[in-house]
């Protein structure tokens, strides 16, 4: 092998020499780059200096209402941060600091190991007022390693009228930062992140992507200023959103709503099922909660009775009452075991035997024989036992599951309640341990019994009844298209015929006629009575609801509005004049008619407003005119 | 004098400028562990690296001793066990440090050692008495098959751990060797080639620029190959080009974002390129002259978590300036030479191929761990030899050190 011949290996070794060379040579120049000629930018100013990363907070995205409103926004906030150093200084600077800033002995501690084990800055209050940034600045040199950071603080304009659908922000646990839906790029301690709603839904779009400029630093730990070096990343503004809900009629609601009660309204747009409003009562004021909410405000939120943090219109289960005879009739027209125009065997007399007890009708008086929409304008109860019967119970719970009774709409929420029913018979066993008898279709053909809807289920349901009888999954953001649906799969002359029921409960007559007339616009509806454990045990009284749609007289529907009022006592006094004001003030803003605050005819009876417009609609005069 | 050193150091001039680098990284590993807030690890590192270097010492005075043909004889004993501890390693292997991640150490309770630290040795004594026993000359592919494999066969279980630096430590090893066996320049370009199309591939274009070379120089060359190899050449430049994109998405992030901040370090300057831009603030700030001996002030606020280890360099440049750091590189650049140089003089082929095999080694590692500090190289978690802190690191460098010693004065 050549190896042995000495000139082969000094041809050899000479490559290898140029090959040390040119590596070695390579790397003195980088050396010489950085160190003689580059030694500006690269050399810190001060023997004792160094740098140091720190984000730049960018702004969270704007949330809009469908008419360009700004419902969220931001203002410019401060945030004080401890720069690391010794941990000793770390804490004597937060000890001084306490004199100034609202920060306890266990705040401190927390802040020293979070520092000692990162290594890096510490938030110390995310969100400080002005006048505690202005008393830190006059003594900066107090404070080594003291840095105030500009950053974004979230606004709600809306407060309490939009709380549960906007949610609130606020800074991130370290409970979510190991969830995969923070991923690390983009998240870390002392970020501001949605907590709820439509700010945790869509947190992802809105936060935006976090700057990082380098700064040089003095080892008493004040800014010098930025690092030459190395240029900085402004990062990216959070994306804006724009909503579904219209402001102004959300504000409405807020104002409309009776303020003791507690309750939920949920309006639709027949066209797309974009959510319009999405009102639970009572509120709060998201607002409390950015840059951390103060634990007596907290603790008061929480404690409260009424549960304000509660959003009723899509977590709140309610036994859906006499909305749901709709459902029953569609599932009896479709299976053909009742016609429009037939009467039930037994005429209403105030209540029917059957089994062996008595079920009362709500009008002891009676309703006589009726048809499906005079059973229905009447909300006779001794009609739908009877109807439920020819359904029978397995019928019953298989339609019932079918059309989604025990599922959630599919809202653009982080969370939302599946409403409960029985998909067979099993369920009883499951839950009651009893095998149910054919009489529990009578209590579930009235609406009762094992079935609890949310206000948005039931919102959907009749957003079925005002369109072809399908019905999207309600939207909150705009232009979205969240693809989940459900049909009632009925015929259109059902649906007619279903509709004809409604218009019965608010004309003349009818249970909610005097709440829900209007001058310019046509409601039809269902009022509902939510018996539940304390009403029947006459503690309480029963929740009111009134569901239904409005629009110009004689057309399609522009409006679906549900509304709960819990232990309102009654649908057709209590939920259903909600409905229609609701209704009255989304289109009358629609179609430019100015609004006013009197606007039912109970509202013109009782301050003796006279009523042309319902004389002529309701009471048209017989003779020809002249 | 130097008769009396060479009594104990054999090759004086070599061993004692080690000598010297490793108490300067011992110096320096002391400086490194000097910062504001103290750390129990870094702070009494230089005391455990003084113990290791002392018991490197004593296993250098008996290996030196070692006659040339027992080493020889032990490289295929070595090779194999040192397969099978690799093998292990990925089974039991934990991380360290800021490596925790990457499965490459065995623990064995009482002291921790990385298993690849003894696989580049034995691996190239095996290869160096494969090649050295070999008369006919290096000239077609077919005859780098051996040598490849059994580097390949190390260099695959490293990469598994995932352990990059290493890995490329191992191509040192088979490039620096074949060449001292008399491989043709270009024949080491072909073996090459398909590795240079993946990094090509990123562009369309410019690959298709580079497959028509490619073949064209193939075609020139076509009397020294065999016609198959010509063919698994190209068809081997095409398979990587395929497998470019795939392999790029298999990568973990933090390995792409190495590649990515080595090209731009403010692509991520939060993550992978906060630590070249640390260091390269750290040399910058050391200027000509450099801010003094344990004085760096980047260093003191614990810039990087591996100032003591990986980015040790950086701690040089800080505190010693642009004539320590040139001054380092020229006792690196003087130990590398001496060793080509002690092959060129000795006769036995084994011995030449062995020192040219520990030469790979230690380039590639100087050139990676000093390159990357300062942004030439992108980031990849390999020591300095001699200087970084790790205690059988510096031990088996030193194993190195008497084998190179040895086989170089046996004549």
Excluded at chain 2, 251 to 273: F, H, M, S
Aim: aromatic residues 10%; glycine residues 10%.
């Amino acid at each position: 092998m050549n190896l042995r011949m000495p000139h082969e290996r000094k041809r050899r070794a000479l490559g290898v020499y140029i090959a040390i060379a040119v590596v070695m040579a390579a790397l003195t120049v980088a050396f010489f780059r950085i160190q003689v000629l580059g030694s500006s930018t690269w050399e810190l100013r001060a023997e004792s200096n160094r740098i140091r990363q720190l984000p730049i907070p960018t702004s969270r995205g704007i949330i809009y209402d469908r008419n360009g409103q700004i419902l969220a926004d931001n203002v410019p906030g401060y945030a004080i941060t401890l720069l690391p150093g010794p941990l000793d200084s770390a804490r004597a600077t937060l000890e001084r600091m306490s004199d100034y800033v609202e920060i306890s002995e266990p705040q401190i501690e927390r802040v020293v190991s979070t520092m000692a084990r990162f290594g890096r800055e510490v938030i110390v209050d995310a969100d400080a007022d002005f006048q505690v940034i202005s008393a830190l600045e006059e003594r900066r040199a107090e404070f080594p390693g003291l840095y105030i950071e500009m950053r974004p603080r979230r606004r709600y304009l809306v407060r309490e009228a939009a709380a549960h659908v906007l949610g609130y922000v606020g800074e991130i646990t370290g409970e979510e930062l190991s969830l995969s839906a923070f991923p690390e790029e983009r998240y870390e301690q002392g970020m501001i992140v949605g907590k709820g709603g439509i700010e945790k839904q869509y947190e992802a779009l809105l936060q935006g992507r976090r700057g990082l400029k380098y700064v040089e630093f003095d080892a008493r730990g004040r800014i010098v200023g930025d690092f030459a070096g190395v240029s900085t990343d402004p990062g990216e503004e959070g994306g804006e959103l724009r909503l579904n809900i219209d402001l102004e009629l959300q504000e409405w609601i807020h104002q409309i709503f009776p303020d003791s009660m507690a309750g939920a309204v949920v309006a639709l747009d027949p066209d797309d099922g974009g959510v319009l409003a999405l009102y639970s009562a009572p509120s709060f004021d998201p607002n409390e909660f950015v840059g951390g909410i103060e634990q007596e405000h907290w603790n008061a939120l929480n404690t409260d009775e009424k549960r304000p943090l509660f959003d009723r219109a899509v977590l709140g289960l309610y036994p859906p009452a006499s909305t749901w005879k709709l459902a029953a009739a569609g599932i009896a027209l479709d299976l053909g075991v009742v016609t429009p125009d037939e009467h039930m065997s037994v005429p209403c007399n105030g209540g029917w035997f059957y089994g062996d007890r008595y079920w009362r009708c709500h009008d002891a008086g009676g309703h006589g024989y009726q048809t499906l929409a005079e059973a229905i304008g009447n909300s006779c109860d001794v009609y739908f036992y009877q109807l439920g019967l020819r359904i029978g119970l397995d019928d019953m719970l298989r339609r019932a599951t079918n059309i989604g009774f025990s599922r959630q709409c599919g809202v653009d929420l982080p969370q939302e309640s599946r409403g409960i029913f029985p998909a067979e018979r099993e369920w009883w066993n499951r839950n009651f341990n009893y095998s149910p008898s054919q009489g529990e279709v009578l209590n579930l053909a009235i609406g009762q019994g094992p079935n609890s809807q949310t206000p948005l289920k039931v919102a959907q349901f009749y957003l079925a009844l005002a369109r072809n009888g399908s019905a999207p999954a309600p939207t909150i953001a705009r232009g979205i298209d969240l693809g989940q649906s459900w049909s009632l799969d009925l015929e259109p002359e059902h649906i007619e015929a279903l509709r004809e029921g409604l218009r019965k409960v608010t004309a003349p007559g009818g249970t909610a006629h005097f709440g829900t007339a209007l001058e310019h616009w046509e409601v039809i509806g269902k009022t509902g009575t939510g018996e539940h454990a304390l009403s029947q045990a006459e503690l309480a009284e029963p929740h009111a609801w009134f569901a239904g749609m409005a629009g110009r007289p004689g057309e399609a529907p522009e409006i679906v509005v549900a509304v709960i009022v819990e232990y309102g006592a009654s649908g057709s006094a209590m939920a259903a004049p909600i409905m229609a004001k609701t209704a009255d003030f989304y289109l009358r803003k629609r179609y430019g008619i100015p609004i006013d605050s009197v606007q039912t005819y109970r509202e013109h009876l009782l301050r003796g407003i006279p009523t042309p417009w319902y004389s002529a609609r309701y009471a048209p005069r017989t003779e020809a005119p002249q | 004098m130097i008769k009396v050193l060479d009594r104990w150091a054999v090759d004086s001039r070599l061993v004692f400028t080690i000598v010297g680098l490793s108490v300067f990284g011992i110096a320096m590993i002391y400086s490194a562990g000097a910062v504001h807030i103290p750390n129990p690890v870094t702070d009494s590192a230089w005391l455990r690296q003084s113990l290791w270097f002392g018991l490197a010492l004593v296993a250098f005075t008996v290996l030196v001793r070692v006659p040339l043909r027992w080493i020889e004889w032990v490289a295929i004993p070595a090779y194999v066990i040192s397969i099978v501890l690799l093998g292990i390693t990925l089974i039991i292997g934990t991380g360290v440090g800021t490596a925790v991640g990457v499965r490459s150490w065995i623990d064995l309770g009482f002291i921790g050692f990385q298993p690849s630290e003894i696989a580049k040795l034995a691996t190239v004594l095996v290869v160096a008495r494969v090649l050295s026993q070999r008369e006919a000359p290096l000239t077609s592919l077919k005859d780098l098959l051996v040598p490849a494999i059994l580097v390949g066969l190390p260099l695959g279980l490293v990469m598994l751990q995932p352990d990059l630096g290493t890995a490329i430590a191992f191509v040192g090893i088979l490039f620096a060797m074949l060449y001292w066996a008399g491989t043709p320049v270009a024949l080491l370009l072909l073996v090459a080639s398909p590795v240079i199309g993946l990094f090509l591939s990123y562009d369309t274009r410019i690959w298709s620029f580079y497959i028509i070379a490619l073949i064209g120089f193939l075609y020139l060359y076509r009397y020294r190959l065999f016609l198959f190899e010509s063919v698994a050449l190209v068809v081997a430049n095409f398979a990587s080009a395929t497998i470019s994109r795939p392999l790029w998405n298999s990568l973990a992030t933090y390995q792409q974002n190495r590649i990515l901040v080595y090209l731009d370090p403010e692509v991520d300057p939060r993550g992978a390129g906060y630590q070249i831009i640390q260091s390269k603030v750290a040399i910058g700030s050391g200027g000509v002259m450099g801010q003094g001996f344990t004085l760096g002030s980047q260093k003191r606020y614990d810039f990087l978590p591996e100032q003591h280890t990986d980015f040790i360099f950086s701690v040089v440049g800080e505190e010693l300036g642009f004539l320590g750091a040139a001054l380092a590189i020229s006792v690196f650049t003087y130990v590398l030479s001496r060793m080509v140089h002690l092959a060129e003089k000795s006769a036995d082929p084994f011995a030449g191929l062995v020192l040219l095999g520990i030469f790979g080694t230690w380039l590639v590692h100087i050139f990676v761990n000093i390159g990357m500090t300062v942004g030439v190289l992108p980031i990849t978690g390999i020591p300095l030899p001699f200087v970084s802190y790790g205690g059988t690191f510096l031990f088996m460098s030193w194993v190195a050190v008497a084998v190179a010693v040895r086989v170089a004065h046996e004549w």
